[in-house]
Structures are given as structure tokens and as C-alpha cells.
């Protein structure tokens, strides 16, 4: 039996990582940057005012207050976008806006609320000191600062920076293409009615939702019978050229198993067990003349979607060309269980105020109390029992962080 790590550096040496991409702002959310976003422009990129008001000289207001104002002629308006250099009469004020560039010899802006608003003559009644309601240029970004650094996920606070750094377009990881197909002949569509015997495909959307929710793309998802013909010549020439295509069910010990029946003759998948519970049974290779890398997961859904976490992520992230690390969290068990010797096991748990317990039901055919997990906690192969209080290592479940 292969160990996870094993196993997973095994999975690793099937892909190598897709060139970079680049993309315009509004297609950047949730991408990842493969290069450093490097400001064009100073923010601010001019020292401007930070309120609506007048433009002074410091020196001019000095004294100034509501019971002796100062009053000084008004030498015009300065608007936000106002592209022309003003130049600040001394004894003089500008009316001046937000945003708008303060005039040469100005040192500190009046906010309208200190003055009596005046148009051409202005009674103010603050000494405003040097640089008060200034934004100065460069204060927040100099222009050629690393504002945003490769391996950062983009929010909309990221986006911004870079539009306001005035870089339109950023240079991100590629976001793998993914074909994901689900065998077996009991599987119905979601919302059809069931005959006795059969069930419902969940693994199909459950798998699109983890390749999404991790930052690749699902660019085809489909189903077969256990039907080995079928299988060989989908396979053999995957359509809509996947970057890795995600098989669940048919790699048991069992008759129709057909993936399993079907790639081992190819001589390029191999099936092997890792010593995990759940998802013992796995597969993985190259399939077709474009040898697409291939990972066929456990068709227990509960196993399909422990494997998602423990090999498809890491693969993903070496498709993008991006560093993967086990994401780990450590908490303390609020229950004891039981754990199978000899194999690492992952087990829903819910994460309380007081530690995690195990969210239910941990059969690998158990959706319900996945549906309730917030973590997998990872017990290793050596441990037996988990007692309460125990320290407990906890894995991020995929779209729910
Ligand atoms: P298999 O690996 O094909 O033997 O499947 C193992 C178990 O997982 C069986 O109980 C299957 O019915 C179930 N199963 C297989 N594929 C899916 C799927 N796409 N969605 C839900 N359950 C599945
Ligand atoms: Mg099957």
C-alpha cells in the first residue's frame, strides 16, 4: 500500500505547470498573480484636497476662529479633473473640491463648514495649520512600488489597487481546464425519478463545485454506463482538450468496475491502494494521444470528495504553476473516536467553540453529515483512538473558506 504522500508525489510527477496568463482587470477577480503588480503612477498622484472648501496658505488663516474670521477674496474654483495649474495669490483663497489639485502656494485647505461659503469674498473661520485636509502625492504609493505580490489571491480591494496604480491588465495564473465524467450504471440525473436500485449523480456536481470553488474550470462534465467500449474511445480522445480529467467510481475490487478494466489495459494508469480511509482505492496516469493526466477517484462520494482535498488540490495547483502547501489548522478534540490503525483517516468534523467532534455518520456513502462537516481532521496511520482534549490537525474544506 502507497502512502498519501506517496501517492500524491506520484500525482505530482504526471502534470507540469501551464504558462501564465494575462487578463483585463474585470476578468481578475478570484485569479491568482503570477507576477508583481508594479504601481505606473504615485498615489496620489497629486497633492490634492480632502475636502470640499478653500485652498490657503496657512499663513494667511493664522488666527482665524469663529469669533474673529478672516476674510480673503476668492481667485476662483478649482473642480475634481481640473487638468490647469493654478497658481495661489498670497492673502487669497480658491474654492476648491475633493480630489481637486491644490494650486501652487497653497499649504492647507478651509473645509466650507469653517467659512461662511462665500463665492467671492470668504469669511474663514479656522486656522487651518500646514497640510491640514492635504493628501499629498506618493503619500499612500511611489510610483515602481511592489504593490501586489505574485501568489496573492485577487479580491476587490487587490483590483483596485492595481487599477488605481493604473496597470489595466495583470498577469495570473492559468486556471487548469477540467473534464470531470461519472460512471455507473445506477446513476440518474439530479431531479429524475428513481427506479429500486438506482441513485443520484451527485459526485458530478460535487466535483465541479470543488474544481470551481479552487480556481479551475470545469470544461466538461459528463456521464457513462459501466460500459467498457464507451469508455475506451471517450478516452482515448477527450474532448474539449482538458488540462486533467476526474473519473469517479468503477476502480474497486468488483466486477464493472470498468475504469479500472479499461485504463489498466492501457498500460499507462495505474490502480493502486492508499493506506487512507476513506479513499483506499486510486487510480492515476495518462490517457489518449494528447496523454491527458488522469485521476480516477472512489465512486463513495464521501471518498471522492476526501480525495478532491488530498490530491486533486495539490495537482491543480501544479497545473497553475503555483506552490502548494498542505493548508492546516490545529484545534483540540472536543469528543474522542476511534481511528483505523494503519491508515491515515480523515474525519468530518464539526469545529465548535469548545473543538471538533465528528459531524456524524462516517461511512464514505454518508453525504449528510459531510453536508454538516466545516474540516476534515487528519488522524495518522499510528494513531488508534483520539481522546478528548487530544491536539487535532484540521484541513479547510474547499469553498468554504
Ligand atoms: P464504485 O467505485 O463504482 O464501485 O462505486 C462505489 C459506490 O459509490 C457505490 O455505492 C456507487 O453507487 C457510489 N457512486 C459511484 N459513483 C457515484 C456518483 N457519481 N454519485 C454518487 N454515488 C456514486
Ligand atoms: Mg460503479
Redesign the pocket.
Known amino acids: 500500500m502507497r502512502t498519501v504522500d506517496e501517492h500524491r508525489a506520484a500525482l505530482l510527477a504526471l502534470v507540469s505547470a501551464l504558462p501564465p496568463v494575462t487578463v483585463a482587470l474585470s476578468e481578475a477577480l478570484g485569479r491568482v498573480l503570477a507576477a508583481d503588480v508594479v504601481a505606473a503612477v504615485d498615489l496620489p498622484g497629486f497633492d490634492n484636497s480632502a475636502m470640499d472648501g478653500y485652498a490657503v496658505r496657512s499663513a494667511d488663516v493664522a488666527g482665524a476662529s469663529g469669533d474673529s474670521p478672516v476674510v480673503l477674496d476668492v481667485d476662483g474654483d478649482i473642480a475634481a479633473g481640473d487638468t490647469r495649474r493654478h497658481v495661489l495669490r498670497p492673502g487669497a483663497a480658491m474654492r476648491i473640491m475633493t480630489g481637486a489639485p491644490l494650486p501652487e502656494g497653497a499649504d492647507a485647505i478651509v473645509p466650507v463648514e469653517s467659512s461662511d461659503g462665500g463665492v467671492s469674498r470668504v469669511a474663514v473661520t479656522l486656522a487651518a495649520e500646514v497640510g491640514r485636509h492635504l493628501r499629498l502625492q506618493g503619500e499612500d504609493v511611489r510610483v515602481g512600488d511592489v504593490v501586489l505580490h505574485a501568489g496573492a489571491r485577487l479580491g476587490p480591494g487587490q483590483v483596485a489597487l492595481a487599477a488605481a496604480s493604473n496597470v489595466a491588465e495583470l498577469t495570473v495564473a492559468a486556471r487548469p481546464r477540467v473534464s470531470i465524467l461519472?460512471?455507473?450504471d445506477?446513476?440518474v440525473l439530479p431531479g429524475q425519478p428513481l427506479e429500486h436500485g438506482q441513485?443520484v449523480?451527485?459526485?458530478?456536481v460535487m466535483l465541479a463545485a470543488l474544481v470551481t470553488a479552487a480556481g479551475a474550470e470545469v470544461v466538461g462534465s459528463g456521464h457513462l454506463d459501466d460500459d467498457a467500449a464507451a469508455m475506451r474511445s471517450l478516452l482515448q480522445d477527450p474532448p474539449g482538450e482538458p488540462d486533467l480529467i476526474l473519473t469517479?467510481?468503477?476502480?474497486?475490487m468488483?466486477a464493472y468496475?470498468t475504469v479500472k478494466e479499461v485504463l489498466s489495459a492501457t498500460g499507462t494508469v495505474d490502480f493502486v491502494k492508499v493506506a487512507m480511509r476513506p479513499g483506499m482505492p486510486q487510480g492515476a496516469g495518462v490517457v489518449g494521444e494528447r496523454r491527458t493526466p488522469i485521476v480516477t477517484l472512489?465512486?463513495?462520494?464521501v471518498s471522492s470528495f476526501v480525495s478532491f482535498h488530498v490530491f486533486v488540490l495539490p495537482v491543480l495547483r501544479a497545473l497553475a504553476g503555483l506552490e502548494w502547501e498542505q493548508a492546516t489548522a490545529g484545534s483540540v478534540a472536543a469528543q474522542g473516536w476511534s481511528s483505523i490503525e494503519g491508515r491515515a483517516e480523515f474525519t468530518r468534523v464539526v469545529l465548535d467553540t469548545d473543538g471538533v467532534r465528528p459531524s456524524g455518520g462516517q461511512g464514505s456513502?454518508m453525504l449528510g453529515a459531510l453536508a454538516d462537516a466545516t474540516h476534515l481532521a487528519v488522524v495518522d496511520a499510528a494513531t488508534t483512538q483520539i481522546q478528548p482534549g487530544d491536539a487535532v490537525r484540521l484541513l479547510p474544506l474547499v469553498g468554504q473558506d
Not at 248 to 252: A, C, I, K
Open positions: 461519472s460512471t455507473g445506477e446513476l441513485i449523480d451527485s459526485n458530478s469517479t467510481g468503477g476502480v474497486s468488483g468496475d472512489p465512486g463513495n462520494p456513502h
